[in-house]
């Protein structure tokens, strides 16, 4: 069992910047791939970005390519999501989620844990 918690979210105003936290326990953190994922009011769950459990390998949505960057420090059993360039279309639930596999994945159903989300809200 992974157990996981989001931080780092909160009010910003568009062209800004935020960096989200996902911390892990439980299990030996460098063994899963780890995702980012948003749900916005009234929308399903999409895919914002995926790293493997190396780091080496990492893959984003297209309305999120060029301004987010998904990193992590399993010295630290965390992964980050740096966001920048912030619009109010990015406002969202962010949540983190790991799976039982070494590769970054894209498809929400193929993660085995998740998070409780952390809320960004973004201004105009």
């Known amino acids: 069992q992974v157990q996981l918690v989001e931080s780092g979210g909160g009010l910003a105003q568009a062209g800004g910047s935020l960096r989200l936290s996902c911390a892990a326990s439980?299990?030996?953190?460098?063994?899963?791939?780890m995702g980012w994922f948003r749900q916005a009011p009234g929308s399903q769950r999409e895919f914002v970005a995926t790293?493997?459990?190396?780091?080496?390998?990492?893959d984003y949505a297209d309305s999120v390519k060029g301004r987010y960057t998904i990193s992590r420090d399993n010295a630290k059993n965390t992964m980050y999501l740096q966001m920048n360039s912030l619009t109010p279309d990015d406002t969202a639930v962010y949540y983190c989620?790991?799976?039982?596999?070494?590769?970054?994945?894209?498809?929400?159903?193929?993660?085995?844990?998740w998070g409780q989300g952390t809320q960004v809200t973004v201004s105009s």
């Open positions: 790293i493997s459990w190396s780091g080496r390998t990492t």
């Open positions: 989620a790991a799976r039982n596999s070494a590769y970054a994945e894209r498809n929400l159903v193929r993660y085995n844990y």
């Open positions: 439980g299990r030996t953190f460098s063994n899963y791939a």
